[in-house]
C-alpha cells in the first residue's frame, strides 16, 4: 500500500459514498469519484485509483463488482459498504487485489461523519499493514470498528437487521390493514409506542430498495425469520388459551436468556423516553411538519 494512495469511490455522490469521501479527504488522501452523471466513469476511475470502493445500490452490488473486476490491478484494495458481505466480498475476490468489506451500521447524518458510529470491518485477501492501514483512517475519525469474516457478518445481520427490520415492516402493515387512525393513536399514545412507532417509520421513510435486498438476498435471513413465525404462533396460542401461568413462564424465560442486558436496555430507553417526556406530541406538530415538507 502506498504511503498517501488515491482512493476512487464508485457511487460516490451517494450518502454512503459521499459521507466516505470526506472521511478519505480528512486523511489526507485524494479522492476520485464517479456515479451515474459524473464526467469520470468507473473503469477510469479504477485504472487512476490505489484503494477502489464500491458504493452502489445492495442489490446491484455483486453484478456491478463482477462487471469492473477485469479492470482491477494486483496492487490495489477492494472495498465495499454493501448491508451484505458475503456476495459482495466473493465478486471481489474474482480479481487479483486485496480485499476488504466494510459494513457502516449506520445511515450518515449531515455535519455529524462517523464518530461513535460502528463499522464492520471484513477482511478477505489483505495484509495486515493493509488492514491497520485502513482501520487506522476509520478509527481517527471516530469509528468503532468491529472485524469479523463475512459469514459471520451475515448471519449477525440476520438478526440485528433482518429480523428488526421485518418486525418494524409488520408493525406498519398492520397498522395500514386495521386502516388506524394515526394521528387519534399519536394523542395518547404512551412513550414506548411513540418509540416504536417512530422507528417503523424511520424504515418506512427510506428506500424500500435496500429494505427489499436485506430481506431477500442474505441466506441466513431465513432460518431467522422461520423461528419468528414459530415464536408468533406460539405466542399466539399462549394468549387464545388464556393461561398466564404459561405466559409467565415463557416471559420470565426469555427475561432470563436475556440476563443483565434488560437492566441496561431499560436505562438506556428511560433516557430516550425522557426526551419525549420534554417534548410532548401536539397537533400542531402535523401541521409543522406538512409545512416544513411543502
Not at 98 to 118: A, C, D, E, W, Y
Amino acid at each position: 500500500m502506498k504511503i498517501n494512495p488515491v482512493v476512487g469511490i464508485i457511487g460516490g455522490k451517494g450518502l454512503i459514498g459521499s459521507c466516505f469521501a470526506d472521511v478519505f479527504h480528512k486523511a489526507g488522501l485524494t479522492v476520485l469519484l464517479s456515479d451515474l452523471h459524473t464526467k469520470l466513469k468507473n473503469r477510469e476511475l479504477i485504472e487512476r485509483s490505489d484503494i477502489v470502493a464500491f458504493s452502489v445500490p445492495l442489490h446491484q452490488t455483486p453484478a456491478i463488482i463482477k462487471k469492473l473486476m477485469p479492470h482491477t490491478r494486483k496492487e490495489q484494495l477492494l472495498i465495499d459498504f454493501a448491508s451484505i458481505k458475503t456476495p459482495a466480498i466473493k465478486a471481489m475476490l474474482r480479481s487479483k487485489a486485496s480485499v476488504i468489506g466494510l459494513h457502516p451500521m449506520f445511515r450518515p447524518t449531515k455535519n455529524l461523519g462517523i464518530k461513535n458510529q460502528t463499522i464492520v470491518m471484513c477482511p478477505a485477501r489483505a495484509p495486515t499493514e493493509t488492514q491497520k492501514f485502513l482501520k487506522n483512517i476509520l478509527t481517527r475519525a471516530g469509528a468503532i470498528v468491529t472485524t469479523m469474516n463475512a459469514s459471520k457478518h451475515d448471519e449477525l445481520m440476520a438478526v440485528v437487521q433482518a429480523l428488526t427490520h421485518f418486525r418494524a415492516i409488520v408493525f406498519g402493515n398492520t397498522l395500514r390493514k386495521l386502516r388506524v387512525n394515526i394521528r387519534e393513536t399519536l394523542s395518547c399514545m404512551s412513550p414506548v409506542y411513540r418509540l416504536e412507532f417512530d422507528l417503523m417509520g424511520r424504515i418506512f421513510a427510506q428506500d424500500p430498495l435496500l429494505y427489499a435486498a436485506i430481506q431477500l438476498h442474505n441466506p441466513k435471513a431465513k432460518r431467522v425469520l422461520k423461528i419468528l413465525e414459530e415464536e408468533t404462533r406460539r405466542l399466539n396460542e399462549l394468549i387464545e388459551q388464556g393461561s398466564m401461568k404459561k405466559f409467565i413462564k415463557m416471559f420470565s424465560k426469555t427475561g432470563k436468556f436475556l440476563g443483565r442486558h434488560k437492566e441496561k436496555s431499560l436505562a438506556e430507553s428511560n433516557f430516550l423516553l425522557q426526551f419525549f417526556a420534554k417534548r410532548p406530541y401536539t397537533a400542531s406538530d402535523d401541521k409543522n411538519f406538512r409545512h416544513k415538507s411543502r
